[in-house]
Each structure stands twice: as structure tokens, then as C-alpha cells.
């Protein structure tokens, strides 16, 4: 399978009408799209001006068709209103040399991941998916360990995930445009049920597991973290961002 996420700044208080706007217009159009298997769209817990648009399709030609077709575009453009005002602005001079100032709007963010491992697929059996958590973990690998890091993951950390309560699916997914980026997205059935795998130690003792395969930068960090006892912040981050799904729909 394969994965497509769109990641847009909104405007946070405009929420309920962009979810408005995925159920009535963004589902119904994916639903009919050949080859799309699910559609959420979540906010982030910690920078709610953030939102990302998941799809799941058969194959990456469905996805890539759907695009061509313009739809996507189109799409974009009803959710328009509720995307953020520019961040950042272009100054040019005019002809009658005064300074003109113009909003620049950020493009989203799309990025598409191939699935190399999964723990299942219950996930799609929610015809509703409002109420679920997301949580995307992007470790920075050594160069040379991405095919140790899939076995591992696949071998010793997926059989570990399948008995944490509240969790409903696990993957690695490989970036198409940049094989060497790779992350770990789990669906969970809320986000207490997230939070107490980490609390309870077992996401810190999967991680020891594969620690080895992380980038030279991250394991001087955490060398020394260990001889100092103080946290030490690199360009080179293990990040964990969690969203909650505000709507979402399964198509099979």
C-alpha cells in the first residue's frame, strides 16, 4: 500500500468549518477515487495550526492519477479560506519605484511513503475514524542501517506493539522522494492509551532496541546526555509529534 500525506498551516479557530468541508466535499470525491482505501484529517496536540491530510491507496499509480486529474487541486482550493495567512512576505519595487509588499502563502507540504511493514489493518475496519490519535515518530538513521532498522522494526518491535492496549496500527513507511527518510506512524484508539505506552516505559525499551542505528550525531547526543545528566538538543532529532484525528473514513 501507500501512503499520501498533505500537511497545511490553518487558522486553528476556523477547525470545525475545515472538518466541515472534509466530510462534505474532501470524503465524498476520495470515496469514488479509484484505488483510495481511507481518508483522516488531524490536528496537531501541541502546534494546533497544523493539520495533515492522510490517504491510504492500493498503489502509488492510483495516488499519482488522482493528482494528474486536477482534483487535488481543486480540493485545495475550497479549503483555501481556511488556510493560514502568509507567514512570510515579498518586496519588490514598483515601477513608480515604491516598495510593494505581497503575502507569500505557503505551499503544502506533500509527501508520499511507501509501507514496508504494518502490524494489520484494523485501523480501516472504523468506517468513522473521529476520536483516534496518531502518532509519528521520524528517527534519524546512519547511513548504511535503513534495511537493519526495517528488520528490526519488523521482527522485534511490531510483535511488541500488537499487545499495547488501544493500539490499532503500526507501520514504517519509506519516503518515495527520499528513501533514506523513514518513519513510524501508529494509530491508537485515544491518545491516553498513546501516552501510557510511553509512560510506561515500553516505547523507551523498543527504542533501545534499534538506538544503534540512529545517526553518529544522535548517539554522541545521547552519550552525552548520559555523562552530563542534562538534556542535549541536536540538528539531528529523534521527533515524536502527535495528532488527533478530528474526521476520517474508511472506503473498504
Known amino acids: 500500500m501507500y501512503m499520501r500525506f498533505v500537511h497545511v498551516k490553518i487558522k486553528p479557530e476556523v477547525m470545525f468549518d475545515l472538518s466541515r468541508l472534509y466530510d462534505e466535499k474532501v470524503i465524498p470525491v476520495l470515496h469514488n477515487t479509484p484505488g483510495c482505501l481511507y481518508a483522516i484529517l488531524s490536528q496537531g496536540v501541541h502546534h494546533n495550526d497544523e493539520c495533515i491530510s492522510m490517504t491510504l491507496w492500493e498503489t502509488p499509480q492510483h495516488a499519482e492519477a488522482y493528482e494528474r486529474s486536477g482534483v487535488f487541486r481543486a480540493l485545495l482550493q475550497e479549503a483555501e479560506p481556511y488556510l493560514a495567512d502568509a507567514s512570510e512576505w515579498k518586496i519588490h519595487l514598483s515601477n513608480d519605484l515604491t516598495l510593494r509588499y505581497e503575502p507569500v502563502r505557503e505551499e503544502p507540504v506533500v ?84 501516552d501510557a505506552y510511553e509512560i510506561n516505559g515500553m516505547f523507551d525499551e523498543l527504542t533501545n532496541k534499534v538506538r544503534h542505528t540512529f545517526s553518529e550525531i544522535y548517539q554522541w547526543k545521547m552519550q552525552l546526555e548520559r555523562e552530563t545528566g542534562r538534556q542535549v538538543v541536536t540538528s539531528e532529532e529523534m521527533t515524536v509529534e502527535g495528532y488527533s484525528i478530528v474526521t476520517g473514513k474508511s472506503f473498504v
Open 111 to 194: 509527501d508520499t511513503y511507501a509501507i514496508s511493514s504494518q502490524k494489520n489493518d484494523e485501523f480501516l475496519s472504523r468506517k468513522q475514524a473521529g476520536g483516534l490519535y496518531v502518532r509519528i515518530v521520524s528517527p534519524q538513521l546512519r547511513e548504511g542501517k535503513l534495511e537493519e532498522f526495517k528488520k528490526l522494526y519488523t521482527e522485534e518491535l511490531l510483535p511488541r506493539l500488537r499487545t499495547m492496549h488501544g493500539c490499532r496500527y503500526a507501520a514504517i513507511i519509506e519516503n518515495v522522494q527520499e528513501p533514506e527518510k523513514i518513519i513510524s506512524i501508529s494509530i491508537w484508539d485515544s491518545k491516553q492509551d498513546a
